[in-house]
């Protein structure tokens, strides 16, 4: 299997991925459920070394959001052990590759430790630029896009903008506020376990992004499922609102697409041959 595309057009810079399915993959194996949060982790490391490899510039993982502090006080504290501990363990070995890391979402209720583990791997990675890997931890979209504006307004931005001056409010403003400023708008977002809902995740930045909505549980999320994923992206035509594509017209795959039938589809295939080759 190649590790790479050498066609990288129409390619997605930014993948998104909502990791769901933990707490079902260690119910089936009648395991607690932090037994899949912390397999969920190993499943973390493999696929931010593969889409590095496979050429991907920036990933963003959806590890804790702002609804999740309702789960189970044991759970929360084992979720947050974990970002703690992954952050702790791989921070040599991210930065030695070049990883730039940061860990998008609130920072309201993370415990001082925390913090302080949070601002060492970033102030360590900052410079980076190989990679760029998002951690979403106590994050919401909403809440995202509620602080951005807060904090527009707390610099002045909205200061003299009056009725008569609200039209001249654009994105350009507000994007620098974003916890994601500076990084490229995401293209794909996937979601495992069969779900289909983009559970306030990425909101602004996921505005044209295309889906991919997958059975898979997130521990058993492999190379080979991420494939799967790009091809469909790739097989796709987007138009961000208009009546032809920016790039090169794809016949969109059709969407009883088998897993299978994509995997057939090399890394290498140039674009025009991805339609005919999934059909």
């Not at 930014?14 to 769901?20: P, Q, S, V």
């Amino acid at each position: 299997m190649p590790t790479t595309f050498t066609d990288m057009s129409n390619f997605p810079q930014h993948i998104a991925i909502i990791m769901d399915g933990n707490g079902r993959w260690a119910k089936a194996r009648r395991k607690p459920r932090i037994f899949g949060h912390q397999t969920g982790v190993k499943t973390v490391r493999r696929i931010v070394e593969d889409a590095s490899e496979i050429g991907i510039k920036c990933l963003t993982l959806y590890s804790f959001s702002t609804e999740n502090w309702s789960r189970p006080k044991a759970e929360i504290k084992a979720l947050f052990n974990l970002l703690k501990a992954y952050v702790q363990d791989d921070l040599e070995t991210l930065h030695a590759r070049g990883v730039c890391v940061k860990i998008i979402g609130s920072r309201k209720g993370l415990s001082q430790d925390l913090l302080d583990v949070i601002n060492k791997v970033e102030t360590t990675t900052h410079a980076n630029i190989n990679f760029n890997l998002n951690i979403a931890f106590n994050y919401g979209g909403r809440d995202e896009i509620l602080r951005a504006v807060n904090k527009a307004v707390l610099d002045g931005n909205f200061k003299d903008v009056g009725q008569a001056g609200i039209d001249t409010i654009d994105p350009n403003i507000l994007e620098p506020y974003l916890d994601t400023a500076g990084l490229p708008e995401v293209d794909l977002v996937i979601r495992t376990s069969g779900e289909k809902r983009i559970s306030n995740f990425l909101l602004w930045q996921a505005a044209y992004a295309e889906f991919v909505f997958m059975d898979v549980l997130w521990p058993d999320f492999s190379k080979e499922d991420l494939w799967f994923a790009i091809n469909m992206f790739k097989a796709r035509e987007r138009r961000f609102g208009n009546i032809d594509a920016t790039s090169k017209p794809l016949k969109t795959a059709p969407s009883d697409v088998t897993f299978k039938e994509a995997q057939k589809v090399p890394l290498n295939t140039s674009q025009d041959k991805i339609s005919k080759t999934v059909v």
